[in-house]
Each structure stands twice: as structure tokens, then as C-alpha cells.
């Protein structure tokens, strides 16, 4: 809970629209979710290495390897420096909460910054917000 499940509330990420996440005990319990604010969850790449290991020298999209978004990614890195990280299976779009045509934005830190479920999430007019954001110029 404390430690992993620290979620904030900022201009550092871009609100989803998602409800917080409700556990039964903040200190002891905690969720994994890739709701923006969060900690980002541990889940195994499709080589079988844990995502928390791509964290630390830039921000990073998770993409689905069956359809990777590529308009989305497009133009969000052409505001935002980006590591893509193709993903496969169902385990991180469960946990993330994205379908096979969503993305996960996690800033450097390892917290979400940003999560579209679909890419019909209206990401086109987000893009300069994300951008903004993520840079810290919100």
C-alpha cells in the first residue's frame, strides 16, 4: 500500500477520467493499475523481463504488438522523446486497463503519465497536453 500504491493527483500526468482506486487498507493493501498517477505495475515483456526494468533514462510506451497504435505514437513522439516497449498477451492490457489498440505513457520515474484504453481515445487533441505535461510546462 504505502510504498507501491502511492497514486497522486497533478499536472505531472494526464487524468484519464478513471476513478481513483478504492483498497480497504491504503497501508497494507495495494492494486496493481495503470491508471495515470499510479505506479506503474510490474508485468513480464514478451521476451519475459519485468517493464519496471525500462524505467529511468526516458519515458517509455507500452504498445500491444498486434496493433501498436502507430498514429498515436506518431504524433505523441513527435512532442515527447519516447522508448516504445511492444508488448504481447493479455496479462498487461488486463492489468494496465487498455485494450489491443491502447498505450501506456510512463514517465521516467515509473509513475503512468498518461493511458489511452483504445485508440479512438481522443488522443490527437491530448497530444499537446501530454506533451506539456510530461515535459513540466503544464
Request: charge should be negative.
Amino acid at each position: 500500500g504505502i510504498s507501491l500504491g502511492a497514486t497522486y493527483e497533478s499536472n505531472a500526468v494526464c487524468r484519464d477520467g478513471s476513478a481513483p482506486l478504492v483498497v480497504k487498507d491504503e497501508v497494507h493493501d495495494y492494486t496493481p493499475s495503470g491508471r495515470p498517477g499510479g505506479r506503474a505495475p510490474h508485468v513480464e515483456d514478451r521476451f519475459g523481463a519485468s517493464v519496471l526494468d525500462q524505467f529511468g533514462a526516458s519515458f517509455v510506451a507500452f504498445v500491444d504488438d498486434s496493433q501498436p497504435a502507430q498514429d498515436q505514437m506518431d504524433r505523441i513522439r513527435s512532442e515527447v522523446p519516447l522508448h516504445v516497449v511492444s508488448m504481447s498477451g493479455d496479462a498487461w492490457r488486463d492489468v494496465y486497463g487498455v485494450s489491443r489498440s491502447g498505450l501506456v505513457v510512463v514517465r521516467p520515474d515509473g509513475y503512468v503519465a498518461y493511458r489511452a484504453a483504445t485508440s479512438t481515445d481522443p488522443v490527437g487533441d491530448t497530444t499537446v497536453a501530454l506533451a506539456a505535461t510530461v515535459l513540466g510546462e503544464a
